[in-house]
C-alpha cells in the first residue's frame, strides 16, 4: 500500500488520540504534509497548538460507536494512537480505553469504507529474552501490569483484523519516547540531566527515541507496511546514567551523580501492593513486577523498520534544543 500527499486525490487521515503528545505531532505533520486530518477529540479535551491548523473536529471519545464510524468512514488510513496509562487511571478504565476502545475503532472501520490502520501500541509487549541485550518484534512478553495486558489484547484484535479478507492493519511499537510535550519520561528525564535540585538518577536503561523519528516511522508503516506485520520504532539503547550525562554535557546541566539501588526500586512494589491491600483500592500504579522491571535496561532494535520502511533515528543530543527550549518555559 502506498498512500502519500502527492497523490493526485488529497488523503484523508483519521486519528484516534489527535490532542495526546504523540498524536498532537502527528497531526501536525500530516497537515504540513497536505493530508486532510479528522482528529478525535473528547469534550473536555485541550487541542492546544492543533487549534489554529485545518483539522476537522470530530467531538467523542472511544465509547462513541457512531462518532467512530463517521471518523474513519472514507479514511485512506486510520491512525489509532488513543490510550490511557495507569498514572492517570485504574486497572478497568485501562482495559475499557485501550483493549475495548480498540475493539470499537477496528468494527467502526468494518461497518464502514475505511482504508488502512495503523496501530500504535508499545514496546513494551516485547523484552530481550534469556541472555540477549535487545529486543526485536518476535520477542513477546508476558504482559506485567494493565496497561501492557491491555496493549497485547489490542494487538491481537488489530492482527485478527489484518488477517481479515477485506482487513489491512499495521501495529508499531515505539519505544521510550523523547520530545517537548511530554510531562512524563521527557520532564523526568531532562530533570535528571539538568537539575541541582535532582541527584539520583535511576538504574536501568531505555531505548531513547525523538518524537519526530516516531511520527516518521508511523507515516512510513501507512505508505510501506506490510500487513498483518509489526514494527518496533526505536532509537539509542541508553544507560540512564549515559543519558543523563550526554544531556548534561549537551546543556551545560548537571547531571544526576547517585544511581538510585535497583533494590530500593523494587522494595517499592511490595510496598504499593500492601498499602493497596489495606486501602482496598489501588492507590499506588505499580506492583512488585512492575518495580522491578523498572530497573531493567529494555533495549531494542529497530532493524526491521529500517530494512522495510526506510526508518531512521537520530542520536539523542538532536532532539535536545526543541525538548529544552520547551522544559525551560513551560516545567521549570
Known amino acids: 500500500m502506498t498512500v502519500t500527499a502527492t497523490d493526485s486525490e488529497t488523503p484523508t487521515a483519521a486519528v484516534t488520540g489527535a490532542t495526546g503528545f504523540l498524536g498532537t505531532n502527528l497531526c501536525e505533520r500530516l497537515v504540513a504534509e497536505g493530508w486532510d486530518v479528522r482528529g478525535l477529540s473528547r469534550p473536555t479535551s485541550d487541542r492546544g497548538d492543533l487549534a489554529g491548523l485545518d483539522i476537522d473536529w470530530y467531538v467523542g471519545d472511544l465509547s462513541d460507536g457512531e462518532t467512530l464510524r463517521s471518523l474513519v468512514d472514507g479514511a485512506d488510513v486510520v491512525f489509532h494512537l488513543a490510550g490511557i496509562g495507569l498514572w492517570s487511571a485504574g486497572p478497568e478504565t485501562v482495559r475499557e480505553v485501550n483493549r475495548d476502545g480498540t475493539a470499537r475503532v477496528l468494527d467502526a472501520c468494518r461497518d464502514v469504507d475505511a482504508g488502512r490502520v495503523v496501530f500504535t501500541s508499545t514496546a513494551g509487549t516485547r523484552r530481550p529474552q534469556g541472555d540477549a541485550d535487545v529486543a526485536d518484534e518476535t520477542d513477546l512478553a508476558e504482559p506485567i501490569g494493565a496497561y501492557q495486558a491491555s496493549k497485547a489484547d489490542a494487538e491481537r484484535l488489530v492482527d485478527e483484523f489484518a488477517a481479515e479478507a477485506e482487513g489491512d492493519a499495521v501495529t508499531v511499537h515505539p519505544t521510550s519516547i523523547f520530545g517537548p510535550g511530554d510531562e512524563e519520561f521527557t520532564a523526568q528525564l531532562l530533570a535528571m540531566g ?21 511520527v516518521d516511522g508511523i507515516v512510513a508503516a501507512a505508505e510501506r507496511g506490510a500487513s498483518g506485520e509489526h514494527y518496533v520504532l526505536g532509537g539509542e539503547n541508553l544507560t540512564y546514567n549515559c543519558a543523563v550525562s550526554r544531556i548534561a554535557e549537551a546543556v551545560d546541566g548537571s547531571p544526576a551523580r547517585i544511581r538510585v539501588p535497583a533494590t530500593a526500586i523494587r522494595a517499592a512494589g511490595p510496598v504499593a501492593e500492601a498499602v493497596d491491600a489495606v486501602a482496598g483500592r489501588r492507590v499506588f500504579p505499580f506492583n512488585r513486577k512492575m518495580a522491578k522491571l523498572a530497573t531493567e535496561r529494555l533495549f531494542y532494535t529497530s532493524r526491521k523498520a529500517r530494512d522495510e520502511l526506510g526508518y531512521e533515528y537520530r542520536p539523542l543530543e538532536e532532539h535536545l534544543p526543541a525538548a529544552m527550549e520547551w522544559y525551560q518555559q513551560e516545567v521549570r
Open 194 to 214: 539538568v537539575e541541582r535540585t535532582m541527584p539520583a538518577h535511576l538504574p536501568g536503561g531505555a531505548s531513547i527515541v525523538g518524537v519526530e523519528d516516531v
